[in-house]
């Protein structure tokens, strides 16, 4: 970003060359992304104003070079400013006209067109005097705008100055005298039509009016246009129509009239209208363009199509594209409707047996998960996979949502069971009691451990302990004592999670350098019978995809004494993990700790990790549902063993 800000401002034109290049500062903050709408947020703070239109290219740039984004919104904030407040005024007032143009579109083109004064008297008082175009619109706007203006530079730049608005004369005076000309025009032409058109159809008239005079009823014949249709199997508005898709989202124009496309229905909204009626808007998205489909319909039909259609639905459309000047874009006029079968990414084809998903993280683990928790227990049911995990990091707000799409997946004659769990953040307490005999919670490092309801009695268990953990023992994290886990043990079935797990740390050694004090640590690997220890403590032990722990490659990892660099070292971990279960006698589980979708995904939760500051925020691909297929396919080094942990 630092590079694009360097090349594109024109940095001689902000004080014209009173202020050299290198006193001006900016320090880019963390990004936020949101992939619903597309949008990412980066805070800036900087000394100085960015010229507006150098501003709009820096943000082109961004965007240009992150696909995935449709939208960058640069959140400046002034410190320690190094202009004078003439140059503040200066550059500041294109922000201005921004602002109220994007309040009230109406006064673009009134304001601001013959430029400004800045005046500052003895006193010190400032003023800051803006021209505009008529009597009223002046009234208007230092009733409206000026105190909003007066608060923006306050707020960004601790000035108390006076805005006000006054009529340019001139300015009003030509642009009456323009629009008395093209009226006046305009009426001489539609006056002109319409004698033509009135001698055009004459004929017609009188033949009408003869034959209403037979018929002893007025509205014969009448027919309303447009009555709403129910519901009739997949179509939900028209007549039924058929054809497949002439254009892409991204390629609609007013020019091409009447079109059929199909998208995921990503939003449904509706507002009410003076009728009574709604304006009902349609958003559909296919992962690149997001486009809107409007239409006016009853109350009675609305509330059809909400039980009927939801988001994440596939669905086709055909109707005329125009440019709505409302919302400054290019909308759909909604004229027919169909919701399409769900067409999956990808397709799970396998003849063993479909894999259980046991380690799937939704949009509930804060900052971290992006899966929609009806989204991937539609996905798992239309792989026809039988059940699926939901392990949120130490939270369970998603199991309404995964129960419904549950229940609405059976019904649609693809049953799936949700196991409700947890991923929790576990510790040893034994060595944690105070004199007390309370548990010192924040005493030593968590690890993650997964927690499965196997009944009603390990629900209820279950949720004891995620209330436990973030009123009892909360610490930066809910944490959970064992002993706390043990005590609720009764109907939970309980996993080793991943590579922050338990088992696998006691696997690895790890050196590295301490980030607040900068010295080196390490932590070693543990013994084979305190490996075996802990591992007795599980109902199951878990392995993973090497990619999931591909960062260990990249850091100071040690494996049986030898440094973990390659694909092949994480694959020799997981292989002694198989050795231990067999050892003891516990099943061992592959799964995927699913943070996303799709491969295609990644980038998403990439920018979630950067924007909370992990340096290795691009080794979290790989973290996506995976089918029977592609896991099998993944654990093929185990041999005939792959089908047994799959």
């Known amino acids: 970003m630092r590079k694009i800000i360097d090349s594109m401002v024109d940095w001689e034109s902000i004080t014209g060359g009173r202020v050299n290049k290198e006193e001006y500062r900016y320090e880019p903050g963390q990004g936020t992304f949101r992939k619903d ?5 980066i805070p800036v703070t ?82 800051f005097t803006i021209p505009c175009i008529g009597k009223t619109s002046e009234k208007s706007l230092n009733r409206d705008a000026a105190p909003v203006f007066e608060r923006a530079i306050a707020r960004n730049f601790g000035m108390k100055v006076t805005v006000r608005f006054e009529n340019d004369r001139d300015a009003f005076q030509e642009s009456a005298d323009i629009m ?19 001698q055009e159809n ?76 709604l304006m009902v808007s349609f958003l559909i998205t296919d992962e690149r363009t997001t486009v809107c489909c409007k239409k006016f319909m009853s109350r009675e039909k609305f509330s059809e199509i909400e039980d009927f259609l939801h988001p994440e639905d596939r669905v086709k459309v055909k109707g005329e594209v125009t440019f709505d000047t409302f919302d400054n874009m290019n909308v759909i006029n909604l004229e027919e409707l169909e919701k399409l079968e769900e067409r999956p990414d990808r397709t799970d084809t396998s003849e063993v047996g479909k894999r259980v998903e046991l380690h799937l993280h939704t949009k509930m683990s804060a900052m971290d998960g992006l899966n929609d928790p009806k989204a991937a227990v539609r996905q798992a049911a239309l792989w026809g996979q039988p059940a699926i995990a939901i ?21 649609a004659g693809r049953p799936i069971k949700v196991i409700y769990g947890c991923e929790g953040y576990c510790f040893d307490d034994s060595d944690c009691l105070t004199e007390d005999g309370e548990i010192d919670y924040k005493k030593k490092p968590v690890n993650h451990i997964i927690l499965l309801a196997a009944t009603q009695k390990g629900l209820k268990n279950l949720y004891k302990l995620v209330s436990a953990a973030h009123i009892d023992y909360f610490y930066r994290k809910p944490r959970l004592p064992w002993s706390v886990i043990e005590k609720h043990r009764e109907g939970l079935i309980i ?24 010295m080196r640590r390490r932590v070693n690997a543990l013994r084979q019978e305190e490996q075996d220890k802990i591992a007795e403590r599980y109902d199951y032990l878990e392995i993973q995809p090497v ?71 691009e080794s979290g691909e790989g973290l996506y549902m995976r089918t029977t297929d592609e896991m099998m396919e993944e654990f093929a080094y185990l041999g005939d063993r792959a089908r047994e942990v799959v």
Not at 37 to 41: F, M
Not at 185 to 192: A, D, K, N, Q, V
Not at 495 to 518: D, I, M, P
């Open 37 to 41: 709408t597309g949008v990412l947020e």
């Open 180 to 198: 008395r000309r093209e009226v006046r025009g305009e009426m001489e032409e539609f006056i002109e039509e319409k004698k033509a058109r009135a």
């Open 547 to 617: 990619i999931n722990n591909r960062f260990m490659t990249e850091e100071e990892y040690y494996f049986e004494g030898r440094r973990v660099e390659t694909e092949d070292d994480l694959r020799a971990i997981n292989k002694r993990i198989l050795e231990i279960g067999d050892r003891l006698g516990k099943p061992v589980v592959a799964t995927c700790d699913a943070h996303y979708d799709k491969p295609e995904s990644a980038i998403y939760r990439n920018i979630l990790m950067a924007g909370m500051g992990f340096e290795d925020a």
């Open 391 to 411: 392990t949120d990091h130490g939270v369970v707000q998603a199991f309404p949502d995964a129960a419904a799409e549950a229940a609405s997946q059976t019904k």
């Open 495 to 518: 996993g080793s999670a991943c590579c922050y797990g338990e088992l696998f740390q006691s696997l690895v050694s790890h050196a590295y350098e301490e980030k607040r004090t900068g």
């Open 46 to 127: 900087l000394n100085f104003i960015i010229p507006y239109e150098d501003l709009l290219i820096v943000k082109d740039q961004i965007r240009g070079r992150l696909p995935f984004v449709k939208e960058v919104n640069l959140r400046l904030n002034y410190e320690n400013v190094i202009l004078t407040e003439e140059e503040i005024m200066r550059g500041f007032y294109p922000y201005l006209l921004k602002m109220l143009e994007a309040a009230s579109p109406g006064y673009a083109g009134i304001v601001g067109g013959g430029g400004y004064t800045f005046a500052k008297d003895e006193s010190g008082k400032m003023t």
């Open 202 to 277: 004459a004929p017609r008239r009188a033949k009408a009016e003869e034959s209403q005079k037979e018929d002893k009823n007025p509205w014969a014949g009448f027919t309303k246009r447009n009555r709403e249709k129910k519901i009739r199997g997949s179509f939900i508005m028209g007549e039924g129509f058929t054809g497949d898709p002439d254009h892409s989202l991204e390629e609609l124009e007013p020019t091409m009239g009447k079109v059929i496309v199909e998208g995921t229905l990503y939003k449904l909204e509706s507002k009410p209208i003076r009728s009574g009626n």
